[in-house]
């Protein structure tokens, strides 16, 4: 069921949980995050990057597929369609495309010309019924080309954002896309509770999920994170299992390199992932 992001993050918010977003890459990933999904009764968010989406053949093919499978795999719980850290070229092309919300990242803007296209994407979007995510400081490392500096937000540029009408809101506090480092100081506590405040309940995202201890999970959920983001753990679980699959020469045996079978190992690690992922942010059974 096919719908944007706006409600489910709310009844997130209000019931302190978190929704995961997982990304895809191809039709195998769609299919083995909208199963888990529909497995464990749990309302999901499908990230696609802006690389994502022109690798699997764009973002008519991506809505395409989803909207498909969707159907012809009698989804039921909640499954937004989002545009992960995309530019103002890339929101207005997804609208177009049938995504059902899209993140506008801003964030290496000056503040005044963040806010200015947010309000821009926020019009275009609400308008079509898209729900909108928007950032403000930073987030650490890089995802599929989107390169940030980790910044900490600045509470009153947060609540000057959320006025523009975004329906939730990335802030950097600490968090890094990829593995993080052994240094890693952890996430700023102090600086998500005076954001969470400043920012009157907006449900508040949390990227670069993989790898953040379980402690400070639970902790982040509480000061109003209802938005968190898995795409690392689920490349590299994938990148194993397909491994495992042919360093044992299962390729080999009998039609063992048909892709169905070689990629099905790679799945199967996928579903747990999101399975694992989606019972820490207590999402199970909250469709």
């Known amino acids: 069921m096919l719908v944007n992001a706006a409600e489910m993050l709310k009844k997130a918010r ?9 990304n895809i ?16 009764q749990s309302p999901v968010i499908l990230g696609v990057s802006e690389g994502a989406g022109k690798y699997m053949g764009g973002f008519k093919t991506v809505a395409a597929m989803v909207r498909a499978m969707d159907e012809e795999l009698k989804i039921t719980v909640p499954v937004a369609l989002h545009l992960d850290h ?15 919300s899209v993140m506008f990242d801003g964030s290496h803007y000056p503040i005044d010309e963040n806010l200015a296209k947010t309000r821009e ?3 275009l979007a609400h308008g ?8 403000v400081g930073s987030i650490g490392g890089e995802e599929d ?14 609540r000057m954002l959320v006025e523009t009408g975004i329906d939730f809101l990335a802030a950097g506090i600490g968090n890094i896309h990829g593995k993080y480092p052994d240094n890693w100081q952890g996430l ?11 920012t009157g309940g907006i449900p508040l ?11 400070m999970i639970a902790k982040s959920i509480s000061l109003g994170v209802s938005k968190i983001n898995v795409n690392t753990e689920c490349q590299l679980v994938f990148a194993a299992a397909t491994r495992k699959y042919i360093e044992a020469g299962k390729d080999l045996e009998g039609k063992g390199f048909d892709p169905r079978k070689l990629l099905a190992p790679g799945v199967e690690a996928i579903k747990e992932t999101v399975r694992e992922k989606t019972r820490l942010f207590g999402g199970e059974n909250k469709a």
Do not use: R
């Not at 949980?17 to 997982?22: E, L, P, R, S």
């Open 14 to 22: 209000a019931g302190q949980y978190a929704v995961g977003q997982f």
């Open 25 to 40: 890459n191809n039709l195998e990933w769609t299919k083995a995050v909208l199963l888990a999904a529909q497995e464990l």
């Open 86 to 100: 995309g530019s103002y070229d890339g929101c207005v092309a997804c609208i177009e495309a049938g995504f059902t």
């Open 205 to 215: 995202v949390l990227h670069g999920g993989t790898g953040i201890p379980e402690e």
């Open 128 to 135: 079509k019924g898209v729900s909108v995510e928007a950032e």
């Open 121 to 123: 994407v926020v019009a």
């Open 188 to 198: 700023d506590f102090d600086a998500l509770e005076s954001i969470s405040k400043s």
């Open 145 to 158: 080309g989107v390169v940030g500096a980790g910044e900490i937000a600045d509470a009153n540029e947060c």
